[in-house]
């Protein structure tokens, strides 16, 4: 197992206990593949790296292995689960139609909070610097703003597990796609059809955005 030890966050908010903080650090350096797909989980590698006991880091693998980001196998250990091509395809499937009720239920119900932070998502768009690590962290707050505002917890915590999974993919393909995609240009009119309140196209942009990405993907791994 390969450890960075540059601080990763996919979200920001205090932990609510030491077994949190341990699932949230080592989900996201399995999502953003500072874990590599397949390689072994140390418990005592990751009790340092974290600076937690021996008990958070197990809770926390086994949640991640609920979430498909690590598989454990008898008498071997824990291991980053692979990543497939056929993944992208499976996942695009069941995510796709999701993403667009998401987007659909939050064109319908967002509240002032949530279209506050739309719109200051809307201006940053304009003023987001080129380069992958922008797109992701663009593309991932912009899912995130959308799940939040469809307010429904059930599709919000589906969506989640979905997004990490699909974040975790475009990481490994990340050096092979081009570097300027159509991300960015695609989220802005999906927001605005949020904030104008028009539910059907929401979704309509939401679907496409997701087949889109599924395209750009597939086509390098």
Not at 77 to 105: C, I, K, S
Not at 162 to 186: K, M, S
Not at 191 to 209: F, S
């Amino acid at each position: 197992m390969t450890v960075n030890d540059n601080p990763v966050e996919l979200d920001s908010g205090p932990p609510a206990s030491m077994a949190q903080r341990a699932y949230q650090e080592i989900r996201d350096l399995l999502v953003t593949v500072r874990i590599r797909p397949g390689a072994p989980l140390s418990e005592e590698r990751l009790t340092r790296h974290l600076g937690v006991g021996r008990t958070p880091v197990r809770e926390a693998i086994k949640r991640l292995e609920t979430e498909r980001l690590v598989v454990v196998y008898p008498r071997r250990g824990a291991f980053a689960t692979a990543v497939h091509v056929a993944d992208l395809e499976l996942l695009g499937a069941v995510r796709a139609p999701l993403e667009g009720e998401a987007a659909y239920h939050a064109a319908r119900r967002a509240s002032r909070t949530d279209r506050e932070l739309l719109r200051e998502l809307m201006a940053r768009a304009q003023d987001c610097e080129p380069g992958a690590a922008a797109e992701i962290d663009f593309d991932s707050r912009v899912h995130r703003a959308i799940y939040r505002a469809a307010h429904n917890p059930y599709l919000e915590a589906t969506l989640e597990q979905y997004y990490n999974l699909i974040l975790r993919i475009w990481h490994v393909a990340l050096d092979r796609l081009p570097p300027v995609t159509t991300h960015i240009a695609e989220l802005v009119p999906l927001l605005d059809a949020v904030l104008a309140g028009d539910a059907d196209q929401a979704r309509a942009l939401a679907i496409d955005h997701v087949a889109t990405f599924q395209r750009e993907v597939a086509a390098v791994l």
